[in-house]
């Protein structure tokens, strides 16, 4: 009897053992890097069986955070407002989210992600690796599905758009392989109905319309059950933080509930956008209303006209059309009840954020979330539907001026200096507020600047060490001025050189100030020693940009045909130009384009002394093409009309040149003592 004890008690270890090692995931970081690493071998078949368990393993994740934040948020309820009771409830639900997560994808420590691994993946980049892979396999609807996917999160990529074209040319694929592998459910339905809608096929858009509805509320659940973990407290060290235990879980709340509120403006914004889809979810009700029109079905039409007025009150439109359908039915009919109990929740979660919001500096406003389309009139007094307009606006964000809203711009001052001269002006470069000169600066010149960025550039300077910040393909350095005074300074280069690309950059601001005729000073706001390299052995088949389309003071979105003037973009940042310091390597062209990202509008060779300048704003959206051989070295250069927002290396860098001068340390070519003070 001890024996066979022993033996069940043996049998049960085994089975537990294989239980938990077949819950254990792997995480997703580690299948990402094996795959990169996969393609730069040129392995392609393990580049899809790795970047696929990635994608899987990050959905995955992604699932049981949400299923196991649900479960136990339902088995432990705060029921009582008893102290002891609620953090009772807190560690059992903490032990019971911990059990939960673990026997799903295995020791939570294993699964704690970078920032930039989580970035990528929400950047849909895998898609990309996967669509380069495919194609190589030869197995080109898969390629065309991976690249539609990562295009509808990137269309600002040129290249990408391009490659579409081309696969839809390809023998054997198929409209049907172009599709969105990670379109979200509620979107996808939407869409779908907005079609039929448009083709007057309201009976069959119902019930998209209704699909989408149903998704939406459950990707809410979902969005508010992900806001439940680790909160980021900026300007806060935790390490120091001193605040009691009921201010430590105020924060904490406060964060969370701005998280869940966040939610609206997550669900109504489409992959690669950085607004939202105005009157998003009100609009669902509205299709409805009229769609059960045309369809007869009355009593659904009304309640769906009164629903929609629950998020605009006496829209006037709307309110027409409750009073047309409440006389043909003869009664009254009521607001969609899932929709008042998502209201009421996000009152009181409005209610709770402005008790907790002096904490966080945050200021919530209703309007922010609820935009009405306007109103329609109707002679016949029959109810009236949408249009179907839609539009995208950004969320407590001022819109950026067109050119036309601007005061005149005038452009083609005087150059200031001998040889230089204009090659290409606003009119020739197709847009507004750009020139491109030659021979401001000499071969030699241009040959000390190289050698300069040779000595002093280190890999990913500017984007916080970055080493491939843009692409994969390239390796990026950059140096500061006053990087190349201290190197000078300590020996290290010529101080002359420092001094030089000291002089280049002012000589490139006085220009830019002269040509624009601008009435005010430009200050300099970022000065960069740049130098992008081709990393041999990666650019086969290459279909990304050196540097994506963008513009330098706003964030350009493509879809909506629009530039918001918001952080994170420097707004402060007026006018930019790059004066190249070589023209002998493969590709790396300077291109502008429209605002979609994709239509190019104008395209600029470097060479050697050539300066490319332009207004900062969304007038100008520009980028670099893929660098295929060689190195391109340029000084980039961005300035501001604001002498708030002065670049402070720039200041410390005057301050060295004065002193130096003073000591007439530029008269000959020396090179310092590193003992020697300034």
């Known amino acids: 009897m001890d024996m066979n004890s022993r033996i069940c008690g043996f049998l049960i270890c085994i089975i537990q053992t294989l239980l938990l090692s077949s819950a254990t995931l792997e995480p997703f970081d580690l299948l990402y890097d094996s795959g990169v690493e996969a393609f730069y071998k040129g392995d392609y078949g393990s580049v899809v069986r790795y970047m696929e368990s990635a994608l899987n393993s990050f959905s995955e994740v992604r699932r049981s955070r949400i299923a196991c934040r649900l479960k136990c948020r339902e088995q432990h309820r705060f029921d009582s407002f008893q102290t002891e009771k609620i953090f009772e409830v807190i560690l059992h639900k903490a032990h019971c989210l911990n059990e939960c997560i673990d026997g799903r994808i295995g020791a939570q420590s294993m699964h704690k992600i970078s920032e930039d691994v989580i970035q990528d993946f929400n950047r849909r980049i895998p898609f990309n690796y996967l669509q380069l892979a495919y194609r190589k396999l030869g197995q080109l609807d898969k390629a065309a599905s991976a690249a539609h996917t990562y295009f509808q999160a990137n269309p600002e990529h040129v290249e990408m758009g391009e490659d579409l074209e081309q696969y839809k040319a390809q023998k054997g694929v198929k409209e049907e392989h172009f599709i969105?592998?990670?379109?979200?459910?509620?979107?996808?339905?939407?869409?779908?109905?907005?079609?039929?809608?448009?083709?007057?096929?309201?009976?069959?858009?119902?019930?998209?319309?209704?699909?989408?509805?149903?998704?939406?509320?459950?990707?809410?659940?979902?969005?508010?059950?992900?806001?439940?973990?680790?909160?980021?407290?900026?300007?806060?060290?935790?390490?120091?933080?001193?605040?009691?235990?009921?201010?430590?879980?105020?924060?904490?709340?406060?964060?969370?509930?701005?998280?869940?509120?966040?939610?609206?403006?997550?669900?109504?914004?489409?992959?690669?956008?950085?607004?939202?889809?105005?009157?998003?979810?009100?609009?669902?009700?509205?299709?409805?209303?009229?769609?059960?029109?045309?369809?007869?079905?009355?009593?659904?039409?009304?309640?769906?006209?009164?629903?929609?007025?629950?998020?605009?009150?006496?829209?006037?439109?709307?309110?027409?059309?409750?009073?047309?359908?409440?006389?043909?039915?003869?009664?009254?009919?009521?607001?969609?009840?899932?929709?008042?109990?998502?209201?009421?929740?996000?009152?009181?979660?409005?209610?709770?954020?402005?008790?907790?919001?002096?904490?966080?500096?945050?200021n919530y406003t209703e309007g922010n979330y609820w935009s009405s389309s306007g109103g329609r009139e109707d002679a016949n007094r029959i109810p009236s539907g949408t249009d179907g307009w839609m539009d995208y606006v950004p969320i407590s964000a001022k819109r950026n001026y067109t050119m036309s809203e601007l005061p005149e711009l005038r452009e083609g001052g005087p150059l200031l200096y001998e040889n230089v001269h204009v090659v290409l002006n606003s009119l020739t470069l197709n847009g507004s507020q750009r020139v491109v000169l030659d021979d401001v600066i000499s071969d030699d010149q241009c040959s000390d600047l190289r050698n300069l960025a040779h000595s002093v550039a280190a890999a990913g300077d500017g984007y916080k060490g970055k080493m491939s910040p843009h692409t994969p393909n390239e390796r990026f350095e950059g140096a500061t001025v006053l990087k190349t005074f201290k190197f000078g300074y300590e020996g290290r280069v010529p101080l002359k050189s420092a001094r030089l690309f000291y002089?280049?950059?002012?000589?490139?601001?006085?220009?830019?100030?002269?040509?624009?005729?601008?009435?005010?000073?430009?200050?300099?706001?970022?000065?960069?020693?740049?130098?992008?390299?081709?990393?041999?052995?990666?650019?086969?088949?290459?279909?990304?940009?050196?540097?994506?389309?963008?513009?330098?003071?706003?964030?350009?979105?493509?879809?909506?045909?629009?530039?918001?003037?918001?952080?994170?973009?420097?707004?402060?940042?007026?006018?930019?130009?790059?004066?190249?310091?070589?023209?002998?390597?493969?590709?790396?062209?300077?291109?502008?384009?429209?605002?979609?990202?994709?239509?190019?509008?104008?395209?600029?060779?470097?060479?050697c002394g050539r300066l490319v300048g332009f207004s900062s704003g969304g007038e100008n959206p520009h980028g670099v093409r893929a660098v295929t051989r060689g190195q391109r070295c340029a000084v980039a250069l961005w300035f501001t009309l604001n002498p708030l927002y002065r670049e402070l290396e720039r200041l410390q860098a005057d301050e060295v040149v004065q002193a130096l001068d003073n000591q007439h340390m530029f008269d000959d070519d020396l090179r310092i003592n590193p003992k020697d003070e300034l």
């Not at 009700?285 to 009355?298: I, K, V």
């Not at 389309?549 to 007026?574: G, M, Q, S, V």
Request: proline share 4%; hydrophobic share 30%.
């Open 180 to 362: 969105d592998r990670e379109s979200r459910p509620h979107q996808r339905a939407f869409f779908a109905g907005v079609k039929l809608y448009d083709k007057s096929h309201y009976e069959e858009s119902v019930s998209l319309f209704e699909k989408a509805l149903s998704e939406y509320f459950r990707a809410d659940e979902d969005c508010r059950a992900l806001c439940e973990g680790p909160q980021h407290f900026e300007e806060q060290d935790h390490v120091l933080y001193k605040y009691s235990l009921y201010e430590l879980i105020s924060d904490h709340y406060t964060q969370v509930l701005h998280c869940e509120h966040e939610c609206v403006r997550d669900l109504a914004t489409r992959p690669g956008r950085l607004s939202p889809m105005e009157n998003y979810l009100p609009l669902h009700y509205d299709y409805l209303q009229f769609a059960y029109y045309q369809a007869g079905r009355y009593e659904e039409a009304l309640d769906c006209a009164l629903t929609y007025l629950l998020f605009h009150e006496g829209e006037e439109f709307m309110t027409e059309n409750v009073e047309y359908y409440r006389e043909v039915l003869g009664h009254d009919g009521q607001p969609r009840k899932e929709a008042e109990g998502y209201l009421r929740r996000h009152k009181q979660e409005l209610d709770l954020l402005l008790i907790g919001s002096s904490n966080l500096g945050v």
């Open 503 to 607: 002089d280049v950059s002012e000589k490139a601001r006085r220009i830019i100030e002269s040509y624009f005729k601008l009435n005010s000073t430009l200050h300099f706001s970022y000065t960069h020693l740049v130098c992008r390299t081709a990393i041999s052995g990666q650019q086969d088949h290459r279909n990304d940009l050196s540097h994506p389309i963008h513009a330098d003071n706003c964030l350009l979105d493509p879809e909506a045909n629009e530039c918001w003037k918001e952080p994170p973009a420097y707004t402060y940042r007026d006018y930019s130009a790059l004066l190249y310091l070589n023209g002998d390597f493969d590709g790396g062209e300077f291109i502008f384009t429209e605002m979609d990202a994709k239509t190019v509008t104008a395209t600029v060779k470097p060479r």
